[in-house]
């Protein structure tokens, strides 16, 4: 049983450009989430889709969207990236709420 | 807005020494949950505490919930090696927006 996959593992864009990272949830798990971790900080919430609708939204600008799709896999885009947008990106998915969460290994973003 | 501020934010402690690392809120907490992140991996659950006044072990891993609600504690009896890494707790203030204490990074000297 396949936990939580990200990818890419690493990816190294220009200031300006888009980006999308994806995420497939562990096998039973409807809910995802994803967190921006820069280095040496916590992970940051950005936003969680459940039954393909962003039900939460953490303190993040409109440049950071996502989207989930019928089979529960997610995606994070961010447009415009800024050298600040540099960071680990996790996703993080759970069977319901308040359930653990289970991360994937997350996708190192470098923007240049 | 909603925080959870975690002390101390860096502990060096030698090996066998006892460890603890406190998360505190200003306001009343849905629950709280506790994860351990390894230098380079990602956070791994370890505990949620739900219950005004729980206590739960998990061997030398001692995990409270505050009678109020607004704070949590976990504790390490005789610290090994493996023990390494940052611990983070996240809050659920009742709006789902998952919020993570600020993290308290543990070193071993061996």
């Known amino acids: 049983d396949a936990g939580v996959t990200q990818s890419p593992t690493h990816l190294i864009k220009t200031r300006g450009q888009q980006v999308t990272l994806r995420c497939s949830p562990k096998s039973g798990h409807d809910t995802v989430s994803w967190y921006q971790q820069a280095l040496g900080q916590g992970p940051q919430f950005i936003f969680q889709y459940y039954e393909e609708e962003e039900r939460q939204r953490g303190n993040f600008p409109d440049r950071f969207s996502g989207h989930q799709f019928p089979n529960y896999s997610s995606e994070l885009n961010v447009n415009a990236l800024l050298l600040g947008d540099s960071a680990l990106y996790l996703c993080?998915?759970?069977?319901?709420?308040?359930?653990?969460?289970?991360f994937g290994n997350g996708t190192r973003l470098t923007v240049t | 807005g909603q925080q959870v501020m975690q002390i101390p934010q860096y502990q060096h402690v030698q090996e066998g020494e006892d460890f603890t690392t406190y998360c505190n809120s200003s306001t009343t907490l849905s629950n709280i949950q506790w994860y351990k992140q390894r230098p380079g991996g990602h956070p791994v659950f370890l505990i949620q505490l739900v219950k005004s006044g729980e206590v739960k072990k998990q061997k030398r891993l001692t995990f409270q919930f505050g009678e109020a609600k607004k704070n949590s504690s976990l504790h390490i009896t005789a610290t090994q090696t493996t023990d390494v890494g940052t611990y983070f707790c996240?809050?659920?203030?009742?709006?789902?927006?998952?919020?993570f204490g600020t993290g308290t990074r543990l070193t071993i000297i061996p």
């Open positions: 993080a998915s759970r069977p319901g709420r308040n359930s653990p969460l289970h």
């Open positions: 996240i809050s659920n203030f009742g709006n789902e927006k998952l919020t």
